[in-house]
């Protein structure tokens, strides 16, 4: 009997009261945790060395180094000796300081640091006197040390995109800077030294939080460029009459509620934006600035367009979308040189005919107005190549569309049109076409002659099928059909088979029978999405198409799939995406897809991952979120390039969901690794305990609560044969049910049978001992 045969473990009292110290499953995964990030921290990766004077070069007298998007972190030490530099450009590495001996480097004019991790500048950069040009945008540099002074040959300072809340007044020295950019910083103001850079030619200042603009800027009287745009500006100073040379002033995305008198006196401006701003109106006298180009006015509260804008002769660019305009004066035709006219998102309902005789117009935004039809004259505007008619009441394509030669891009998507004229197809240069969220019913044959069209987007009609005609789109590149009801996939479609490279028919009424075998024959198709449709079995055929990059098969919206073909490995897909489906497995054979980068498998029922999935190699993205899986593969680790891990709402043991929650990689494998040897080090402890505890008709018992097969239990029986052999048989027994059960072979589970076949006394030992394991970590 069990009792005759229980032998008191060492160290173990009683075992229903587990002394307190003993560690709850939480506090043994931080433990792990712990052990494995310093695990990591002691394994930093290498950094590779690199050859200084491999990345030199000359340049006339110059002596370059291009140490370019190196993910340098620290620069390499014997730089500092190639005293003869002029030219250091040290762009788009992880730089988070500069060595001191940088002065060494006596001869520096043109020293690049962009986009590192800096965030302060080393006194050394303000000693090197010759410099010229210093480039130190995108970092985190929150100061500027008035050491600057000393760079008396600077012409070109850049620092947009830092955290710099102050310039020093010793800016003021620097008197041959020509371009000083600022941009994208924390400055409330700017020094009034600055007033001194009378050589400043461009000052960018955008994206800051300056209220207002300090008049001593205004001293700067051979200013050409001034850029304020995005700051919290009312108003400017008086004094910004001086500008006698100013050709571009930048003020969009500030608060202005009206333009400054004094911008109106800029006869010299060339382009005005004061996008973004509470503009309700413009001045007539912004007739005064006859030499403006570009004026921009987008996303105000303008409800008139000025009739005085169109005294403006030398426009080329004009935009005044996002406003509450009504209506587009008569005198509009003055603009000659119009080039781009930009009126979408207003109120107009009436193209007047005079617009016809902007005759260099190349680009006419009109989306989201209240236009039903355009004025036949439209035919004089023979150089426009784009169109954009979007979201306006158009039941059908205006005739004189017909007659734009040149156009190349024309969308009118959010209509009622329902079909398009014979003489469309005579636009032979148009290349996209966007007549999505309209009333089609067909793919109109028109279309179908456009001979250089590249993309072609009709989503959300009522489209029911594909025409042949659609073959002889060959340079066709997109096209985008979904959200509409069509239920096969045309074999002509395949005789696409150079050009085409996306193909979107999602929220469509697809079935099994809907894909030919033929799609093989699209080797240029790149990215197909067949989600949200009405699929039974997964489209094998897919896997044969040579090029496949992007393959969408989201079912949320559509008919659930459960499984995917063993065929997969076949596929050289680099992006999969699987979510909404009803899938409790993938397959092995995955591990044979060695292009693959990113799998998305949110949102099915997978319980566990196959160990060949581990051969996923090139895998960089893995979403698993909202399946039911209870562990990962011990070797998820050798999955070295993954680098987006998403494991949210899984029922995760090894590991436990606190460890997975970060994503990172190393500490998930090694949690894993160590879980699993102490797991089979607890295992193999019970397995001693059981061989000692069972008599020979409990083992036999057992044997058939665990469904062992007869010929298994005669091989057992006659190969430990005999009293003697009993404690070997048992322990065989219990490495057989470890055997069949796989990963689901576990302590608990192991505890759980002996509780529910009745032996309690033995079970309450094993739970005592994953207890003290748990304490004393054998």
């Given at each position: 009997?069990?009792?005759?045969h ?9 075992p ?40 030199m ?32 450009y ?6 988070t ?19 590192n ?14 410099l010229?040009?210093?480039?130190f945008?995108y970092n985190e540099?929150?100061?500027?040390l008035?050491?600057?002074s ?6 070109k ?7 710099i ?15 000083v ?12 030294s600055?007033?001194q ?15 207002f ?5 205004c001293?700067i ?19 910004i009459e001086n500008?006698?040379?100013?050709e ?5 995305d ?22 973004g ?13 006859t ?13 008139c ?9 030398n ?9 509450k ?11 000659y ?40 004259e439209?035919e ?7 169109l ?28 009622e ?24 019913t067909?793919?109109?044959?028109p ?8 993309l ?7 489209i029911t099928?594909?025409p ?7 340079e ?15 074999i002509?479609?395949?005789n ?12 469509n009424?697809?079935?099994d ?5 033929d799609i093989?024959?699209m ?10 449709n ?14 496949l990059e ?8 559509g ?12 596929s ?12 409790s497995?993938?397959p092995n ?18 319980n ?5 999935f581990?051969?996923l ?17 011990q ?5 070295t ?5 998403r ?12 460890v997975?929650?970060?994503?990172v990689l ?7 690794r160590?879980?699993?040897?102490r797991?089979e ?41 005999g ?8 322990y ?13 072979a ?7 049978v ?16 994953k ?7 054998f």
């Amino acid at each position: 009997m069990i009792e005759k045969h229980t032998a008191e473990m060492e160290g173990v009292k009683d075992p229903t009261s587990p002394p307190p110290d003993v560690k709850s499953n939480t506090e043994e995964c931080e433990d792990l945790v712990d052990e494995v990030e310093m695990d990591i921290k002691n394994e930093g990766p290498e950094e590779k060395p690199i050859d200084i004077e491999d990345c030199m070069h000359s340049e006339g007298n110059s002596l370059v180094l291009d140490l370019n998007g190196r993910w340098l972190t620290t620069l390499p030490p014997e730089t500092t000796s190639y005293t003869n530099l002029t030219h250091m450009y040290l762009a788009d590495n992880n730089l988070t300081e500069l060595p001191d001996d940088l002065t060494e480097l006596e001869n520096v004019k043109v020293l690049i640091l962009a986009n590192n991790k800096l965030k302060s500048l080393t006194r050394g950069i303000y000693l090197l006197y010759k410099l010229e040009v210093l480039d130190f945008s995108y970092n985190e540099v929150s100061h500027i040390l008035p050491d600057i002074s000393s760079l008396q040959y600077l012409r070109k300072l850049i620092a947009a995109e830092n955290r710099i809340e102050e310039i020093p007044p010793g800016i003021g020295h620097l008197k041959e800077l020509t371009e000083v950019v600022l941009s994208e910083n924390k400055l409330k103001d700017v020094p009034n030294s600055i007033g001194q850079l009378t050589n400043i030619e461009k000052l960018g200042l955008e994206g800051n939080c300056l209220q207002f603009l300090n008049p001593e800027v205004c001293r700067i009287e051979g200013l050409k460029k001034l850029g304020l745009s995005g700051n919290q500006i009312t108003n400017l100073p008086r004094e910004i009459e001086n500008f006698e040379c100013l050709e571009q002033l930048l003020m969009d995305d500030n608060d202005f509620e009206f333009i400054p008198i004094q911008v109106l006196c800029m006869t010299t401006l060339q382009e005005l934006t004061m996008s973004g701003n509470k503009l309700d109106k413009i001045q007539p006298e912004i007739a005064n600035l006859t030499e403006l180009t570009v004026l921009g006015m987008n996303n105000n509260q303008l409800e008139c367009f000025p009739e005085e804008v169109c005294e403006l002769r030398n426009l080329e660019v004009l935009g005044f979308e996002n406003n509450k305009i009504s209506s587009i004066p008569d005198n509009i035709g003055n603009l000659y040189e119009l080039k781009e006219l930009y009126l979408g998102k207003n109120c107009i309902s009436e193209i007047p005919e005079n617009l016809c005789w902007c005759s260099n117009l190349e680009i006419l935004s009109l989306f989201q107005n209240q236009i039903s039809d355009l004025p036949i004259e439209m035919e004089n505007l023979r150089l426009l190549h784009t169109l954009c008619l979007s979201d306006n009441r158009f039941q059908k394509i205006p005739d004189s569309i017909g007659s734009l030669h040149s156009l190349e891009i024309f969308s009118i998507d959010g209509n009622e049109v329902t079909n398009i004229s014979e003489e469309f197809s005579d636009l032979a240069r148009i290349r996209h076409l966007t007549l999505s969220f309209n009333k089609f019913t067909d793919i109109p044959s028109p279309l179908c002659h456009l001979k250089k069209l590249e993309l072609l987007d009709m989503r959300s009609n009522q489209i029911t099928c594909i025409p042949e005609e659609i073959a002889e789109l060959e340079e066709l590149r997109l096209l985008n059909l979904s959200k509409n009801q069509i239920e096969d996939f045309p074999i002509d479609l395949c005789n696409l088979s150079k050009n085409l490279q996306i193909v979107d028919l999602s929220h469509n009424l697809l079935k099994d029978i809907g894909i030919p075998e033929d799609i093989s024959r699209m080797s240029g198709l790149k990215e197909l999405d067949l989600s949200h449709n009405q699929f039974f079995e997964f489209p094998k055929s897919v896997f044969s198409i040579p090029n496949l990059e992007c393959f969408k098969f989201d079912q949320l919206e559509g008919q659930p799939i459960h499984t995917l073909p063993d065929e997969i490995e076949f596929s050289n897909i680099s992006s999969l995406i699987v979510s909404n489906n009803r899938m409790s497995s993938l397959p092995n054979t995955i591990g044979g897809m060695k292009n693959i980068i990113s799998l998305v498998a949110d949102h099915n029922i997978l319980n566990s991952l196959s160990s060949t999935f581990c051969d996923l190699r090139k895998l960089q993205v893995l979403h698993l979120d909202h399946n039911n899986l209870t562990s990962l593969p011990q070797e998820l680790d050798k999955l070295t390039n993954l680098k987006d891990l998403r494991l949210h709402n899984n029922p995760l043991k090894i590991p436990p969901m606190d460890v997975c929650v970060s994503g990172v990689l190393q500490p998930i494998g090694r949690f894993i690794r160590r879980a699993l040897e102490r797991e089979e080090m607890l295992m193999e402890k019970m397995f001693e305990v059981i061989k000692i505890s069972l008599s020979k008709n409990e083992l036999k018992y057992l044997m058939k609560k665990f469904r062992f097969p007869d010929d298994k239990i005669q091989e057992l029986e006659q190969t430990y044969h005999g009293r003697d052999k009993l404690q070997d048989r048992v322990y065989h027994a219990m490495l057989l049910w470890k055997s069949l059960k796989g990963a689901m072979a576990t302590a608990e589970d192991l505890i759980r049978v002996f509780h529910i076949v009745g032996y309690d006394q033995l079970s309450v030992k094993l739970k005592t001992m994953k207890i003290y394991h748990q304490r004393l970590r054998f």
